[in-house]
């Protein structure tokens, strides 16, 4: 149980295009999402947290016009890298908490490669 | 501000050995940490978690990882490594303070290579 599913795993794409990534939780209900980026050898940074029904809650330092997060459903996450440029190439992952309890553990996606030429 | 530190960039073992992953935290409050285990173009794999109760938690795969209040720390250890461990470990922790909500500070991350 508690799978989350992330999509697509790898984009490559030219400048100024916006790439839609969507994070879904399949078989159970997500109130919360988180979305992070990671460089390479690098740990996780926390960019946003997507709350269903509301608005994200951007970590300082990140564009909230740069990147759009929709939570429109209690299984559905999106990040819309907008107008993205090669410093946006990374790697991003979401994640999910079951709903059982803040104390557990966060489920993560597989993660999507961007490459922005 | 919560915290965690792994000071080891890389771990080398040789298989069948005992493996030792290190994990130093800071937070306000009773810490929930956990640790998660990544592999190449993947996403994070949950291993265990220490919440409360016993000091040694039990987690996948054969591994375990011992809370110590006083060191602050949460290292992860296996009794006998395999080759298939070899991938990138990130401990995690979570404040215990209400307004800590749900946000996760990760380590840097540790990458443990176990050779045959």
């Known amino acids: 149980g508690a799978v989350v599913s992330q999509h697509p795993s790898w984009v490559i794409c030219k400048s100024g295009t916006s790439v839609k990534i969507e994070c879904r939780s399949l078989d159970f209900q997500a109130t919360t999402m988180f979305w992070y980026r990671q460089f390479p050898k690098q740990s996780l940074m926390l960019m946003a947290t997507?709350?269903?029904?509301?608005?994200?809650?951007?970590e300082q330092g990140v564009e909230k016009d740069k990147f759009l997060i929709n939570h429109a459903s209690l299984t559905l996450s999106t990040l819309t890298v907008t107008s993205a440029h090669p410093e946006d190439s990374s790697f991003y992952i979401c994640?999910?908490?079951?709903?059982?309890?803040?104390?557990?553990?966060?489920?993560f996606g597989d993660g999507t490669r961007l490459s922005i030429l | 501000a919560q915290s965690v530190a792994q000071p080891e960039d890389q771990v080398n073992v040789a298989e069948g050995n005992p493996l030792t992953v290190k994990c130093t935290y800071s937070?306000?409050?009773?810490?929930?940490l956990f640790w998660y285990v990544q592999y190449p173009n993947r996403g994070l794999q949950f291993l265990l978690k220490?919440?409360?109760?016993?000091?040694l938690v039990k987690g996948s795969y054969g591994f375990e990882a011992e809370f110590n209040k006083s060191q602050t720390s949460f290292h992860l250890k296996k009794p006998s490594a395999l080759v298939s461990d070899s991938a990138l470990y990130f401990c995690a922790v979570r404040g215990g303070i209400r307004n800590a909500g749900n946000m996760l500070t990760f380590g840097g991350g540790t990458r443990l290579m176990v050779k045959p």
């Open positions: 997507s709350n269903e029904g509301s608005k994200a809650t951007y």
């Open positions: 220490y919440i409360t109760g016993d000091n």
């Open positions: 994640s999910a908490r079951a709903p059982q309890g803040i104390h557990q553990p966060q489920h």
């Open positions: 937070v306000s409050g009773n810490p929930y």
